[in-house]
């Protein structure tokens, strides 16, 4: 009996120090928070007493009953406690600005950052000897809490997990970056909370740069995820992320290539971090995977997406010049041949955004055979999709439009006839735009109205006047009115009676539409 109160004795105290030592650390953290001085420095020392209570609060509970027993854990608690006091004591100089000097207390807390790590990794060290962060028992000691969790709840799970990034064996690391993503996917709330905790974006960095390909890919996925949040790329941007996305680039897995192409498509969104990523070698990496041509599903997606990521950089004219000059337009109408959609769709989207450039592109593009290619894709016999015919529409328009040359030569690559038929025959989002090219068309001269009407573009204007969609009826209404200026045309028209009939039933409609208006 006497032993067991002495048991419990024991165990009372070593709980006790524990959440003494708990509470001394908090009470330091708000107290620092107070200094105006010394700012970085005191930022620092937070990110390691975070660490500390992280690891403190991870111990099962029969370890920390032992606190006061177990010589290793007293020890380090022990130092623990002493460098807290000093610390508070400094902390409080910094407020009252009491210290003797600058140099001397920078030099202080130099001191004081070095004794918090040297106690993080001393945790660490006897966590991992005593085997609790390997596969046994104590792999998972914090639940996910419950959709309706509180923010200290949720931020006391995440630190849990950063706590296993740092101190845990591989495959608790693994466990913890899945468990990660799986939150951080799910509630955003997770990203915020996660953020705010100082570390995290160098610790996924150094998951970036890490041998173990799956640790690697799953710190992708969580830049991946955070970098959809503008403002959180920028404090991804700003902390080096860019660095080791592209390394991953050039020699990360397919996978991991893929997700840092995802990652990079997000930051290049915004054009002033383009300059970055072309520092780092990441449009040479671009361009490297661009040309390996994949048609495979796993490559195609990466190559389309090295595409996309290409198009965002040449907003800068630097960049532009560059990729050009290492062969981008030829590789591009390469990509446009393929067999995958995705490098089809990304390749015919970049070369729009070259051809928008200036005449100088739109000229090069043509010379490498871009009117016949893209033509080729909205041919009815190729056996490409309504995607990427969409996109080689739109891209012809802005290719062609500033020079007659080029628009005859679309004439000769039967451009017309292949807009007929998908206006005849398509599905509703192709026939828009294909409505949208011979809007286009027929504002370039009196030569194509003529040969659009004999082609039979005005009974097919007619039908779209009874569209479902307001565009599309606005639309087809001024292209029938710029067709029927050319007198063939009249004469064309008014000789089917249905076409006469049908525009006097829209106007008596007396709705106002502004289709009646033309």
Same mark, same amino acid.
């Given at each position: *009996?006497?032993?067991?109160?002495? @048991? ?25 928070? %107070? ?49 807290? @006091? ?11 600005? /009491? ?31 005593? =085997? ?19 923010? @200290? ?60 390909? #799956?640790?690697? #890919?799953?710190?992708?996925? %969580? ?30 897995? @397919?996978?991991?290539? #893929?997700?840092?192409?995802? +990652? ?42 090295? +595409? ?74 190729? %056996? ?5 015919? #969409? ?8 290719? +062609? ?31 828009? /735009? ?26 097919? *204007? ?47 409609? =007396?709705?106002?539409? %502004?289709?009646?208006?033309?």
């Amino acid at each position: *009996m006497v032993e067991e109160k002495a @048991d419990l004795a024991g165990t009372n105290a070593g709980s006790l120090r524990l959440r003494q030592a708990t509470d001394q650390i908090s009470s330091l953290i708000f107290l620092s928070h %107070s200094t105006k001085v010394f700012s970085s420095k005191w930022k620092l020392i937070r990110s390691k007493l975070d660490e500390i209570l992280s690891i403190l609060a991870s111990l099962p509970p029969e370890l920390q009953a032992s606190a006061d027993n177990n010589p290793t854990l007293s020890g380090i608690m022990r130092s623990i406690e002493e460098t807290t @006091d000093c610390s508070t004591s400094l902390a409080q100089k910094c407020i009252e600005h /009491s210290y003797t000097g600058k140099l001397l207390m920078q030099s202080d807390l130099d001191i004081i950052f070095v004794k918090f790590e040297n106690n993080v990794k001393s945790l660490s060290e006897f966590i991992n000897s005593e =085997g609790l962060l390997s596969n046994g028992n104590y792999a998972i000691v914090v639940s996910r809490p419950a959709p309706a969790a509180s923010r @200290d709840d949720i931020q006391f799970y995440v630190k849990d997990l950063l706590c296993r990034f740092k101190i845990g064996r591989i495959e608790m690391k693994k466990q913890a970056l899945a468990s990660f993503n799986e939150v951080i996917q799910e509630d955003e709330r997770y990203v915020k909370i996660a953020m705010e905790i100082e570390g995290l974006v160098h610790i996924l960095m150094k998951f970036l740069n890490s041998k173990d390909i #799956e640790i690697q #890919e799953e710190a992708l996925k %969580s830049v991946a995820t955070i970098c959809g949040f503008d403002s959180y790329k920028t404090v991804l941007v700003g902390t080096g992320i860019i660095s080791p996305l592209i390394r991953v680039l050039e020699s990360g897995s @397919d996978l991991g290539k #893929e997700l840092s192409t995802r +990652c990079l498509m997000k930051v290049t969104a915004n054009s002033d971090n383009a300059w970055s990523v072309s520092a780092h070698g990441g449009a040479s990496a671009l361009l490297k995977i661009c040309g390996s041509g994949c048609d495979d599903a796993a490559g195609g997606e990466l190559v389309g997406l090295a +595409c996309g990521v290409l198009k965002n950089l040449i907003g800068v004219e630097e960049i532009k010049r560059f990729v050009v000059d290492e062969g981008a337009i030829p590789m591009s109408i390469k990509l446009v041949k393929s067999k995958n959609e995705s490098s089809q769709i990304s390749a015919i989207e970049f070369i729009q955004v070259l051809a928008s450039a200036n005449e100088f592109m739109r000229g090069m593009i043509v010379n490498e055979g871009g009117i016949r290619v893209l033509v080729r894709v909205i041919d009815p016999k190729s %056996s490409y999709s309504s995607k990427p015919r #969409e996109k080689s529409m739109k891209a012809l328009i802005t290719l +062609c439009s500033d020079s007659i040359g080029y628009i005859n030569s679309l004439k000769n690559h039967n451009f017309i006839d292949h807009i007929l038929y998908f206006l005849q025959n398509g599905e509703v989002s192709i026939q828009e /735009s294909a409505l949208r090219a011979a809007f286009w068309l027929c504002g370039v001269s009196d030569e194509f109205k003529k040969a659009m009407g004999d082609a039979g573009f005005m009974p097919e *204007m007619v039908k779209f006047l009874d569209a479902k969609s307001f565009e599309a009826r606005e639309m087809a209404s001024e292209t029938l009115l710029r067709l029927v200026v050319v007198p063939r045309n009249q004469k064309r028209f008014v000789q089917n009676d249905q076409n006469v009939n049908f525009l006097l039933q829209l106007i008596d409609g =007396g709705d106002g539409n %502004s289709e009646r208006k033309y």
